[in-house]
């Protein structure tokens, strides 16, 4: 019996890596800047946008097995439509991410309690067009991750208090 399994996705992101020309780039601490705040309207619109919409929807599948990424993933997916060069700089900073990064996955142990714990967490107003919350929280059985999730709220919360109520509602 194999007494662990680990989940990665190192060729694909490799690949990811090469065709967003970007196999030899400096690697990054972390997925985003922790000051990043992106906007619809700051810089310039992208004269294509294909490969920005290819690679964050690239980032989306590896959302799967990496729930470090979900909450920038989150961000860089909200430009689609209209993607500008600060919502490019920003995806290239996630994919710098994975250059360091190559090999992490999910692991489970099969020596793993049965304990299920879950956390919550919400960013009051976090959006700087809407004021919106950015609720996250992800459930762990035993030390195994098994679920996780960020996502913007449906409502405005008047203080940070409401905005994690609302985490918490959404978590349960």
């Not at 729930?67 to 860089?76: E, L």
């Not at 992800?138 to 208090?161: E, P």
Request: glycine share 4%; charged share 15%; net charge neutral.
């Amino acid at each position: 019996m194999i007494p662990w399994v680990h989940f990665s996705q190192a060729k694909y992101t490799s690949d990811l890596l090469a065709r967003a020309s970007l196999k030899d780039c400096k690697t990054a601490s972390t997925p985003l800047e922790t000051q990043s705040r992106l906007t619809p309207l700051d810089g310039t619109l992208l004269s294509d946008a294909t490969l920005y919409r290819q690679l964050v929807g690239s980032l989306v599948y590896l959302t799967v097995t990496r729930p470090d990424i979900a909450y920038a993933v989150h961000i860089v997916n909200q430009y689609m439509s209209a993607p500008r060069t600060p919502h490019y700089d920003a995806l290239v900073c996630i994919l710098c991410y994975f250059k360091g990064i190559l090999f992490h996955g999910l692991h489970y142990s099969t020596h793993s309690s049965l304990q299920l714990r879950a956390f919550s967490d919400a960013d009051w107003a976090g959006d700087p067009i809407d004021q919106r919350s950015i609720t996250g929280f992800c459930f762990f059985l035993g030390n195994s991750l098994i679920s996780w999730r960020s996502k913007k709220q449906s409502l405005i919360a008047c203080s940070s208090a409401e905005a994690e109520y609302c985490a918490l509602a959404d978590t349960t």
